[in-house]
């Protein structure tokens, strides 16, 4: 039997991934208080709660607006990793 595991908590990659926006971006949505906190899951590694993060998601107003036709391509120089 295969069991799927939903997982309870994201790293910072993750979750930034998740909400697609740049770990920097992601922190200073947190440091603003517009983002959940991580929670302390031992004395080094924080992670944010999944259920938090998704409520979080829910929660943003809807755009009226489509996405731009370049939405979810990176930059030549990014894509060079510079």
């Known amino acids: 039997m295969i ?3 939903k997982p309870a908590y994201l790293d910072r ?3 930034a991934a998740f909400v697609a926006v740049s770990e ?3 922190l200073s949505l947190v440091r603003q208080g517009e983002f ?5 899951l031992s004395k080094q590694r924080t992670a944010w709660l999944l259920r938090e993060v998704e409520e979080w998601c829910e929660g943003r107003p809807v755009s009226g607006l489509p996405p731009p036709p370049n939405a979810g391509q990176r930059r030549a120089n990014q894509a060079a990793g510079h």
């Not at 959940?36 to 302390?40: A, D, E, H, N, S």
């Open 3 to 5: 069991v799927s595991v």
């Open 13 to 15: 990659e993750q979750t």
């Open 24 to 26: 920097s971006t992601l």
């Open 36 to 40: 959940p906190k991580p929670r302390q």
